[in-house]
């Protein structure tokens, strides 16, 4: 497998702040690579290291195999970047914007045209070819935002948050563009706090927190991290505390927990708790409205390793 | 020229303003030019002038005034007992000329020297057509000087040149009227010019120097000074335009004086300043890239300098304190010009020169403003990184 990015030993620090503390990891060709982690953990510094737009303590970054320098106009002709804040001109149209940005990659005028054109398809900016960005929504505007940084048919794409404050029928729309990228050939490298995107998006995760690498690997990889392996939770009319603790008895539970009888059960390994769990209920005669069963998040992990919350 | 195309696609959303400035413009000139024609029988009328002869022992000082006398209504002090000084007497318009004789002018005079005759006018015709018989008795004066006459034989010359050539004189091949419509033009342009030229500009600019379309070019393959070069030309071919514009409006508007060399001499003039307007405009545009912010400064900056350096108003209307204060405002150079071209009777190196230096200072301006755009551009950048 090809590495398209290899950052090693990244360090970049804001006075005493150390934004990006030691990172290295790799990006593998023709991958969506996510970067999971909470505001304010490093992934847009990061990624503003990874472009030469910071200058940085130590560490190397190679990117297509050459050292990327600010000056290295090969690399960046290959590169597109959508960044955290929406950039466009605002005195222009979303057609003229996008076909500046494009146009700062491609001299020419009928490729360029070709592009524009699929870079507005992509994104469904059809109707709003003629519209100026202040008469766009903030879902339209972050879809314009991505056009603008990807019309150019760049092999290796940087999204930055492209999804924060958007409605959902907007935000479906940039994950299947995302998607229908990486099919025609790039590479990917998403960052987000949300974690349910990068679980159906990504090939590849790393979670960050405070500028490091605390865990690596695929969504299933990543999961086998933590010693959950199911919770079923279930909304009980009332149950007894004997109940509780025969509950808790019962074969691969790891806890159960129980408040105003909502009662979660947490199962360590094993198969088939659901119907073990619904053949004890019958037997106690213990009535319940609502039960259902979830694997664990990524949410879960990131509380294993931090001992907090992913989510603000 | 991605970024050239772009800059003037962004400009035409804000050429509303630049329009109204223009307006602005061509609104006070048609109305100045209107009421100055209604004025015009300035021969019938003689000016009123308040001679100051400080130096009364001398002949040709004693020979200048009574020069004056025939050709103007001369008030003494005690004409002016109303009124605070020679200023305020030129702001009443009790008197449209005022000249100061210095001491020992005869003396000087004839040891070779030009003495400064101190003159302070309200701009309007009667005080031109005073101006114009001062030059011709200083100009007959200096010829027979020259020739080595003395003293005596010096006076009795000047006084048959002067009697001969009233006739002719008097139809000057020199158009003063149209002169001082055309300085009015070009002063006022220095308004329409200043503002226009930073409101596009500044505007314009500040588009592109936003920090998050400018990190969107730094990942581009686009050459840092390709870009900024682009940048760089379309301002200058935009102020050039907008400069060509007005040079152009003045043919239709004053015509007759645009053909003359003193027109080139205005043209020249407006052109330097153009180039000095193009660098505040940089200056401007460096300094925030808030829009509304913008046309604050844009106002003060315009309308300050054309009020403090006498766009709107003519120079000898303004206390010293402001004209003082208006040496540090490339307007006040640029005006100064368009004052001096108007009361040029010919047009010879002797007389160009302080015109260049004037023009030298518009210039030297101009470089000091790219100088401090560059260190303030250095330093944003840095605060980026
Ligand atoms: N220009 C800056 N100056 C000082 N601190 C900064 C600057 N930019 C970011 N930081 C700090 O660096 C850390 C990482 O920020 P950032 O990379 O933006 O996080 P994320 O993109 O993951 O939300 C944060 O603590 C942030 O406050
Ligand atoms: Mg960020």
Redo the contacts between chains.
């Keep these: 497998m090809k590495n398209v990015i290899e950052v090693r030993n990244l360090t970049k620090a804001y006075k005493e702040l150390r934004a990006v503390d030691d990172l290295s990891f790799e990006v593998h060709e023709g991958e969506i690579l996510g970067l999971l982690g909470p505001n304010g953990s490093g992934k847009s510094t990061t990624i503003n290291c990874l472009l030469s737009l910071l200058q940085f303590e130590s560490g190397h970054i190679r990117i297509f195999g050459k050292e990327m320098t600010p000056d290295a106009y090969d690399l960046k002709a290959q590169i597109g970047v959508v960044f955290q804040d929406v950039a466009v001109f605002e005195e222009l149209t979303v057609y003229d914007n996008i076909d500046y940005f494009c146009g700062l990659y491609i001299g020419d005028k009928n490729t360029r045209k070709a592009y524009v054109r699929d870079a507005i398809a992509l994104t469904g900016l059809e109707e709003f070819v003629k519209f100026y960005p202040k008469q766009l929504s903030g879902g339209l505007l972050r879809r314009l935002n991505i056009a603008c940084g990807i019309a150019h048919k760049p092999k290796l794409i940087f999204l930055d948050e492209p999804t924060v404050a958007v409605d959902p029928q907007s935000r479906n729309n940039i994950l299947d563009g995302i998607r229908i990228l990486r099919e025609q050939g790039a590479t990917i490298v998403y960052t987000t706090h949300y974690m349910e995107e990068v679980e159906i998006l990504c090939d590849r995760i790393i979670i960050l927190d405070k500028g490091r690498v605390i865990a690596s690997g695929t969504n299933e990889e990543l999961k086998e991290l933590t010693d959950i392996e199911e919770k079923v939770t279930v909304e009980v009319d009332r149950i007894s505390q004997e109940q509780l603790a025969q509950i808790k008895a019962l074969e691969h539970v790891k806890e159960v927990t129980n408040s105003k009888n909502v009662v979660s059960i947490v199962y360590r390994e094993g198969e088939d708790h659901f119907g073990k769990l619904l053949a004890f209920l019958g037997k106690e005669k213990i009535r319940y409205h609502k039960i259902y069963s979830e694997r664990p998040t990524l949410n879960d992990v990131f509380l294993e390793l931090t001992g907090k919350e992913l989510r603000d | 020229m991605?970024v050239f195309r772009?800059y003037f696609?962004?400009l035409t959303?804000?050429k509303g303003i630049v329009i109204l400035y223009t307006v602005i413009l061509l609104c006070f000139a048609v109305f100045n030019m209107q009421t100055s024609d209604n004025s015009t029988n300035f021969t019938a009328s003689r000016p009123d002038v308040y001679v100051e002869n400080k130096d009364e022992e001398g002949a040709l000082a004693g020979l200048l005034c009574d020069y004056i006398k025939e050709h103007a209504e001369v008030k003494g002090p005690e004409d002016l007992k109303d009124t605070e000084g020679v200023s305020d007497a030129l702001f009443y318009r009790q008197v449209n000329y005022t000249v100061e004789i210095p001491e020992n002018f005869s003396e000087d005079f004839l040891a070779g020297e030009r003495p400064d005759i101190v003159v302070r006018s309200i701009g309007d015709y009667q005080a031109a057509y005073m101006e114009m018989q001062l030059e011709r008795f200083l100009q007959t004066a200096s010829l027979y000087q020259k020739a080595g006459m003395e003293e005596k034989q010096l006076i009795k010359q000047i006084k048959e040149t002067l009697k001969e050539t009233v006739e002719v004189e008097l139809k000057s091949s020199v158009d003063k009227e149209g002169l001082s419509k055309g300085a009015f033009f070009y002063n006022f342009a220095n308004y329409s010019l200043l503002a226009g030229c930073v409101y596009a500009i500044a505007v314009a600019l500040s588009?592109f120097r936003?920090d998050?379309?400018r990190?969107?070019?730094?990942?581009?393959?686009?050459?840092n000074l390709r870009y900024n070069l682009q940048l760089l030309l379309a301002n200058g071919v935009f102020a050039f335009a907008l400069w060509a514009f007005y040079v152009l409006i003045s043919f239709v508007m004053v015509k007759d004086v645009m053909f003359t060399k003193q027109g080139l001499l205005f043209i020249a003039n407006s052109f330097v300043f153009a180039l000095c307007a193009l660098s505040v405009g940089f200056l401007i545009g460096n300094l925030t890239t808030n829009k509304e912010a913008l046309g604050g400064i844009i106002n003060v900056v315009a309308l300050g300098s054309s009020f403090l350096c006498g766009a709107f108003v003519p120079v000898q209307w303004l206390p010293d304190a402001v004209l003082k204060i208006a040496h540090i405002l490339p307007s006040y150079w640029y005006i100064q010009n368009n004052e001096r071209i108007a009361k040029l009777e010919t047009v010879e190196p002797a007389a160009i020169k302080p015109l260049l230096v004037n023009g030298a200072v518009v210039l030297g301006f101009a470089a000091l403003f790219v100088a401090v755009t560059n260190v303030l551009a250095k330093r944003g950048r840095q605060r980026r990184?």
């Design positions: 991605l772009t696609k962004i959303k804000y588009s936003r998050c379309i990190r969107r070019a730094n990942v581009s393959p686009i050459n990184v």
